[in-house]
């Protein structure tokens, strides 16, 4: 399989644990992105990477979210001390990108459904 | 910020009917609009999309318009199939914020029998 693969796909937690999701993206694509997926809502943007360079961080991204593209290569979201509002879907998109001013398809993972308890 | 609205939120159509979906966008920087499908439990994929240089996209049964005056894109499926059935989203991104997409909150078009 040569799309975008997230693990866990599922994790149930309990509130104040913290948990770590990691994505790999389509290989040779150099942006990566994390959104956030609430049932009957559409993804909504957390953060995105170029390379091992994170760019830009959503509001929404609280200081209990960490994200990290070490080489360039994998991702991985670490959210600290879990709270029941952080039940949601976590998706990890990549793409290719020429430039600041190009908009490319954006290829999405399965996400990994997050519950806490 | 952008802000990416949707109709209706859900849409029944008999199979072979046609089915549209209306979405408005408020940013007049937004020049990238593609469209997900996403079936239950499954990740979003990309089915059409759109930049603003172009009013009209096709490919088979499906086709996108854009607006730039009023800000609005829309979604034609033809001759609807059972398959077709899904979670349809909307989405914008701004010139110079790669692909930061803002969606809409999505329609669940059902095709029956």
């Known amino acids: 399989d040569t799309g975008v693969s997230q693990d866990p796909r599922h994790k149930i937690t309990k509130r104040g644990q913290n948990v770590t999701f990691r994505c790999d993206p389509i290989?040779?694509?150099?942006?990566l992105y994390w959104y956030r997926q609430t049932l009957g809502q559409g993804p909504e943007f957390l953060t995105y990477?170029?390379?091992?360079?994170?760019?830009?961080k959503s509001r929404l991204l609280s200081d209990r979210f960490s994200a990290e593209r070490p080489k360039g290569s994998f991702s991985t979201l670490e959210i600290q001390r879990t709270e029941q509002g952080d039940s949601a879907m976590y998706l990890c998109?990549?793409?290719f990108g020429l430039g600041s001013n190009h908009n490319e398809k954006l290829f999405f993972g399965s996400g990994t459904q997050l519950s806490v308890l | 910020g952008e802000n990416v609205e949707q109709h209706p939120s859900t849409l029944s159509v008999q199979e072979g009917d046609s089915a549209v979906i209306k979405c408005t966008y408020s940013?007049?920087?937004?020049?990238?609009f593609p469209w997900y499908k996403q079936e239950l439990g499954k990740r979003p994929q990309l089915i059409i999309d759109?930049?603003?240089?172009?009013g009209e996209k096709k490919d088979q049964r499906i086709a996108v318009t854009l607006n730039k005056t009023a800000k609005h894109f829309s979604l034609h499926i033809t001759e609807t199939q059972p398959e077709d059935s899904a979670v349809y989203f909307c989405?914008?991104?701004?010139?110079?914020?790669?692909?930061?997409?803002?969606f809409g909150t999505g329609t669940r078009l059902q095709v029956t029998l």
């Open positions: 998109a990549s793409s």
């Open positions: 290989s040779e694509h150099n942006r």
């Open positions: 990477f170029q390379n091992e360079a994170q760019l830009e």
């Open positions: 940013d007049s920087a937004s020049n990238y």
């Open positions: 759109i930049r603003s240089n172009v």
């Open positions: 989405a914008a991104s701004i010139a110079g914020t790669a692909s930061k997409l803002t």
